[in-house]
Structures are given as C-alpha cells and as structure tokens.
C-alpha cells in the first residue's frame, strides 16, 4: 500500500502540468513498471477535441517509448476530486502492457481504491484474438 500512495502522490503532481482549456477538467497519472520505475502523465487537450490524448495514455506512452512495456500499477486522479476512472480506449491501452496488476484511485476525501485490471477490463481484445485459424 505504501508504494501504491506514492503512486498517487506522483499522479497528484502530475496533474498540475495537465493542459485543459476546454474542459478544465485536469487529469493525472502514474505508472509503475515492473522494473519498478515511475512514468507521469497528465491529459493534453486539442482545439480538434477528438486528438485529446487522456492522462493515463500519456504516462503509459512515456513509459513504452523508454523501453518499458511491461506495467505493474497505475495509479489515477482527477481535480474532480471523485473517484476518475479511465475511460475505454486507455482500459484497452493499459491492458495492453498490463498483463495483471492494479488501478489505484484516491478521492477527495483520502480514500483509495484498489481495483484489478481483470475487474474494471474483463473480456480485453488482446494479441491472440488476432490469430484467426
Ligand atoms: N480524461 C483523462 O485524461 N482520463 C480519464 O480517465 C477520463 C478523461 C480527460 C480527457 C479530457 O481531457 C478530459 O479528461 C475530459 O474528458
């Protein structure tokens, strides 16, 4: 649990560099991976809303283009101050580079959960689903 609040302190910290003129809803995210090193993200918005790229996408993509593909936990808040759980396309994207592991959440209220990715991403599209012979 204590690597999983440091985690979520990373993520907090993030979330100040978050760019969101048109939502002003900030995001920030922190991944750790296997080798145990920590990537941030923050949401990045775009005049063209559909190129909006999501927090958790920012800091799984930081962690993958350094060579880091295997991910262990990744940890999510938002200035909402609710529980911020991450949309569809970043599921798919984190359950391709965690093959199990952990979403962490924290509120406003202090309280965090801990949710397998198995729970918030059963029945994922995955490699093997391509093989069709
Ligand atoms: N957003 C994230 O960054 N992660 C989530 O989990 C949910 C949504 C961003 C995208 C957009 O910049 C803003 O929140 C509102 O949808």
Known sequence: MEQYKELLTQAKAAMAY???PYSNFNVGAAVLTKSGKVY???NI???AYGATNCAERTALFKAVSEGEK???AIAVVSS???FTYPCGIC???ISEFMKEGNLIFENNEGEIKVIPLSDIYPYSFT???LISD
């Open 91 to 93: 599921r798919q994207v």
């Open 40 to 42: 941030t993200g923050c």
């Open 80 to 82: 909402s101050g609710e």
């Open 18 to 20: 978050a760019y969101t």
């Open 70 to 72: 295997e991910i262990s």
């Open 45 to 47: 918005e775009n005049a």
């Open 127 to 129: 490699k093997e689903n």
